[in-house]
């Protein structure tokens, strides 16, 4: 990541991760010292690496059963009307 | 009574008759009215503990079964669900969140009669190093409360280190079982991934942590593995440990065994002095036990540390999306609110490294910024489990310091991101590879403690445990003054 | 030529339990925000829970399909923010590590035309929002999670439609092929849903969205060819954009940009190991997988004699062809079907009807031998179904409850027809003159016996009674 981090990539990142940030400058310089950091991967050689993943077989998979959940989860949610859950107006 | 005993003794005295499960509750909350105004280990109190210790009391004197733990009181980090209680990962967006489950290895726990004392202080949504990010005030180090106790575990650490408790569970992402072990003098396990099931562990980042014991002795870390390992029907990463038993033949010594001592992780360079002068004593105790100690070179760990951060801050970024105060969260009415701006609101109210991680997982995964960068990561990830397995076919365990430091003092690390993320060096490494990792407390230098690290191959936490078992063993180390 | 794709999201309702937990997966009957748990909430420490069926059932469907099946599947986190999405991310499938969503590059024939499947994937369906209110200001938003984790796969086509018409059709036959596996009732209220993609000789393509139905999708395919038609005659250029169908205008109209800018962020979801399937599988779920409609039409045309037009009837529609298989034998396969073409889909039009219909496939074979047999008339046949269908009662009961008995007892039938040449003189009179009015003295007859009497045996009576011979 060579090049810089701006101003407007930050906003464009804040508004992306929904969080409103109080200090973008402050934001600039600690991530572009980060991503500087990352740019230690380049190194490592690795284009043909093949992925390690964790696997498991279907047979070991959840069966397909219904099971009602018998706590009230609705009495630990913020609720309207105790039915529903509100939500901001969309725009 | 004394409250600084282990597990193993507190079950002996218990059926002994030394004492009662409520005399012991009660002794071990007036400890905590003693010492934790000071130290803030403690997020929040189990209110039923004493009535749960008069039970089981009740239970033991007409003879019926007990479980394993017999009433002994547990912590457990605030980033594990524990039915009717605050679960606030030590954010204020999870102010008010009360959870309605209890998560496995908890109620693993609570079968076995343990007595979960309270919630412990951690660095908000675990991510941090020193217990300084808690939205909720820091932790102070026991062994000196200038300094910090570790993290992000460190509520546990210091809870189990200042005998407010008998044991603690944490959770480990980078270290954060480890760590604060080594900082408060305590033994803290890193299972293999998947031993133990995250069923009720607020993610972090999802493909690296683990929960595990935080206790006095290896003993004790082996007895609550016991109880807490092993296939979870909840949580479809776990895996099989076949039953296996971790307190059987654990003072096997470990007389022939290959010891690796990684070269990245005791380079003279990056450790502190004293830290290098602990380790060059441990590899001679290893040694003095019978092992056969050699340096080898685990050459990917020079990318782990930034390996580790773009994939924790990529996963962190979605872990805690949910977090929008809309279901759950705390009080913030939302009424008037356009959605966007409400949950961006909302969503300030994140602490400021929590913040740092999730713009940093904003900018790593997306596709302006080569997405390519995440899949780099993961492919240095593959590659050090290669190499990992590699090694592990010559030898039986790897040792390195815990931390290249000693406790640092509130507000050294705090500004530098970069010397901040290398205070993780040698334990990100077992997150990455999955292999399990234990910290075991060695020595006590200028007052402040000092850990080895010794880690194993996957699923041979016998073999580890072993291995901690004989080193500690070794040394006797003071009591904490507190 | 208009290139057209289709992307379809298909609920596998036929399934007990959501995509990753144990709640149900037909959310329907619920009260709002009850049939919701930890895992679908997206409560903190709750993980999902893959459901094997779900992944044996979308493989069927793949292999349905013609689709190449990988055998291993992966699972992926598209991370956006919305109310109805519990977690801010949705768990679905990609192919960027590899192929590892649940299949990919098929093909189905679509009245002669090769449409290709580019590919098939797992994924969980959101919750629903509601308006409460009508007036915009104080109108509330409210969110039902029942349906928040219902399994869907998502089937997304080439551009290889060039009419609307091709487009309903794939539609229909999707649908039947759904059904007939028994992983989904396409008929259930929004069970399936699909978006579009169009774009015309040199024109960028456009996505159309937000479509209701199936009928909306072919009118909204229709309007939007039309609309880029009429720009690219006006040498306007068709800009590359999302749409959305506004069924009340019924045009498609530009959706805001917001939509464009949608940063995904997909990375693996490490909560969900990758899946082996492996070849035991597949073959397994190859030999358990229900014939399909084309093979079923093909078997009752040849095997059974059944006429072309009949089968393809049958065979499209699994309720039926079910009934069908259950209730023929060796000798009444295609007065069987017939029978359920002719007189009981009309009967039974309806989920609500066929869920509460008694109608069993040992009356259908009855009521066939006892109309072969003579023992009841056609007539009195439909009069017995209407009451089998609501009360399930056998066939002897009913017949004798209504006294439906077939009048074949020529004694019997010749006092009738006695009575009603007595009554009817004047049509007996002009009877002779003109032979057809025969047919209204045997409606007579018929109308005396309320529909009992055997019509051949009473034609023949009555023309010997009239003297024609």
């Known amino acids: 990541m060579k090049k810089l981090v701006n101003e407007e990539e930050i906003i464009h990142v804040a508004k992306l991760m929904k969080i409103e940030l109080a200090d973008y400058n402050m934001h600039i310089k600690k991530v572009q010292k980060m991503l500087e950091y990352f740019d230690i991967l380049d190194e490592a050689n690795i284009e043909s690496e093949e992925l390690i993943v964790q696997e498991t077989d279907i047979d070991k998979l959840r069966d397909d059963k219904h099971v009602i959940y018998d706590k009230k989860l609705l009495k630990f949610l913020k609720t309207y009307q105790e039915t529903y859950v509100k939500s901001p107006k969309l725009s | 009574m004394n409250l600084g005993i282990s597990a193993f003794n507190y079950v002996n005295s218990i059926k002994n008759g030394d004492f009662t499960v409520e005399e012991f509750i009660e002794r071990s909350f007036e400890r905590i009215k003693k010492v934790d105004d000071k130290l803030h280990a403690f997020l929040s109190f189990n209110d039923i503990a004493l009535e749960k210790a008069k039970g089981i009391d009740r239970r033991i004197s007409s003879n019926q079964k007990i479980g394993q733990c017999f009433g002994m009181p547990i912590s457990v980090k605030d980033n594990m669900c524990v039915e009717g209680t605050k679960t606030t990962c030590a954010s204020k967006v999870l102010e008010n969140f009360v959870s309605p489950y209890t998560g496995t290895a908890v109620s693993r726990l609570e079968a076995e009669d343990a007595i979960i004392i309270g919630k412990t202080n951690l660095d908000e949504f675990a991510m941090g190093l020193s217990t300084e990010f808690s939205a909720y005030g820091h932790s102070k180090n026991p062994w000196n409360i200038d300094y910090v106790p570790g993290g992000s575990s460190g509520g546990s650490a210091v809870s189990v280190s200042a005998n407010e408790c008998i044991a603690s569970l944490g959770s480990d992402t980078g270290g954060s079982i480890r760590n604060p072990a080594s900082f408060c003098s305590i033994v803290g396990l890193k299972p293999t991934y998947g031993l133990v099931s995250r069923f009720g562990l607020v993610s972090y980042a999802n493909s690296l942590e683990q929960i595990g014991p935080m206790t006095k002795t290896v003993e004790d870390s082996a007895f609550l593995l016991n109880m807490i390992s092993g296939v979870d029907h909840n949580d479809n990463t776990t895996i099989d440990n076949k039953n296996q038993d971790y307190l059987k033949d654990i003072d096997a010594g470990i007389a022939g065994k290959k010891i690796g001592i990684v070269t990245e992780m005791t380079n003279p360079d990056g450790l502190s002095t004293s830290v290098l002068n602990a380790t060059n004593d441990a590899i001679k105790k290893f040694e003095d036990l019978g092992a056969n100690c050699e340096q080898v070179s685990l050459g990917m760990s020079k990318y782990a540390v930034a390996a580790y951060y773009t994939i924790t801050s990529t996963e962190a970024g979605s872990n805690l999306a949910r977090y929008d105060n809309i279901r759950y969260g705390y009080e913030f009415d939302s009424s008037g609110f356009e959605f966007n701006s409400y949950i961006s609101q909302a969503r300030s109210k994140l602490g400021p490294e929590v913040i740092r991680r999730m713009i940093l997982g904003g900018f790593v995964p997306s596709a302006g910024h080569a997405g390519k960068y995440f899949l780099k990561a993961l492919k240095v990830k593959s590659k050090l489990i290669t190499e990992i397995n590699h090694i592990f076919k010559k030898f039986d365990y790897l040792i390195s310091p815990t931390v290249p430091i000693q406790p640092f003092k509130f507000g050294e690390k705090i500004n530098d991101p970069v010397s901040f993320m290398l205070v993780d060096f040698n334990t990100v490494t077992a997150n990455l590879t999955g292999i399990p990792a234990i910290s075991v407390p060695f020595k006590i230098e200028d007052g402040l403690p000092i850990g080895i690290q010794i880690m194993a191959n996957h699923v041979d936490e016998h073999s580890l445990l072993q291995a901690a078992y004989a080193l500690e063993k070794t040394v006797s180390l003071p009591e904490v003054e507190i | ?469």
Not at chain 3, 90 to 102: A, F, P, R
Not at chain 3, 110 to 128: H, M, N, S, T, Y
Not at chain 3, 172 to 197: F, H, K, T, W
Request: hydrophobic share 35%; proline share 4%; net charge negative.
């Open chain 3, 1 to 469: 030529m208009a290139k057209i794709g289709l992307e379809i999201h298909g609920q596998l309702t036929k399934l007990e339990s959501k995509l990753f937990c144990p709640c149900k997966a037909d959310y329907r009957q619920f009260e709002p925000n009850t049939n919701i748990c930890p895992i679908c909430m997206g409560i903190p420490g709750a993980l999902p829970l893959l459901n094997r069926t779900a992944v044996e059932k979308a493989t069927l469907i793949a292999m349905a399909l013609d689709c190449k099946t990988p055998n291993k599947i992966a699972f992926f986190r598209k991370n956006y923010f919305y109310p109805d999405l519990p977690k801010n991310f949705q768990i679905t499938q990609l192919n960027v590590y590899g192929n590892t969503s649940i299949g990919w590059e098929g093909k189905i024939l679509v009245a002669d035309k090769e449409i290709r499947i580019r590919r098939i994937q797992l994924e969980e369906d959101p919750g629903r929002l509601i308006y409460e209110g009508a007036n915009e200001r104080t109108k509330v938003t409210l969110v039902d999670y029942n349906r928040a984790g219902t399994p869907l796969v998502e089937i997304v086509t080439e551009p290889d439609f060039e009419t609307p018409h091709q487009v309903r059709e794939f539609l229909n036959i999707l649908s039947d092929l759904l059904e007939n596996l028994n992983v989904s009732d396409p008929g259930l209220e929004g069970a399936m849903r699909a978006d579009a993609n169009v774009s015309i000789e040199g024109g960028s393509k456009v996505e159309i969205k937000n479509i209701g139905s199936f009928h909306d999708l072919e009118k909204a395919v229709h309007f939007e060819i039309t609309r880029q038609q009429s720009l690219a005659e006006r040498k306007i250029e068709i800009v590359q954009e999302t749409r959305h169908w506004d069924d009340g205008r019924k045009i498609t109209v530009s959706a805001r940009t917001k939509e464009e800018e949608a940063e995904y962020r997909y990375h693996l979801e490490a909560d969900i190991p990758w899946v082996r399937i492996n070849d035991d599988t597949k073959n397994q779920l190859q030999t358990h997988m229900p014939e399909s409609i084309s093979s079923k039409k093909e078997r009752y045309v040849s095997k059974y004699g059944i006429t072309p037009q009949v089968a393809d009837i049958l065979a499209s529609d699994r309720y039926f062809s079910e009934l069908f298989e259950n209730a023929k034998n060796e000798t009444n396969a295609k007065d069987v079907a017939n029978m359920i073409t002719t007189d009981i889909m009309g009967l039974l039009d309806t989920r609500e009807k066929r869920e509460t219909s008694k109608l069993s496939p040992e009356h259908l074979s009855d009521l066939v031998e006892y109309i072969k047999s003579n023992k009841i008339t056609r007539a009195s046949a439909k009069l017995a179904l209407d009451e089998i269908i609501k009360n399930g009662k056998s066939l002897e009961q009913i017949i004798n409850d209504l006294d439906l008995g077939h009048v074949s007892d020529k004694e019997e039938l010749s006092n009738i027809i006695t009575q009603v040449l007595n009554e009817e003189a004047k049509a007996v009179e002009d009877a002779k003159l003109n032979p057809e009015i025969v047919n209204f003295l045997v409606g007579k007859v018929m109308q005396k016996t309320r529909g009992k009497a055997d019509p051949e045996l009473t034609l023949s009576l009555l023309k010997k009674s009239l003297g024609f011979d």
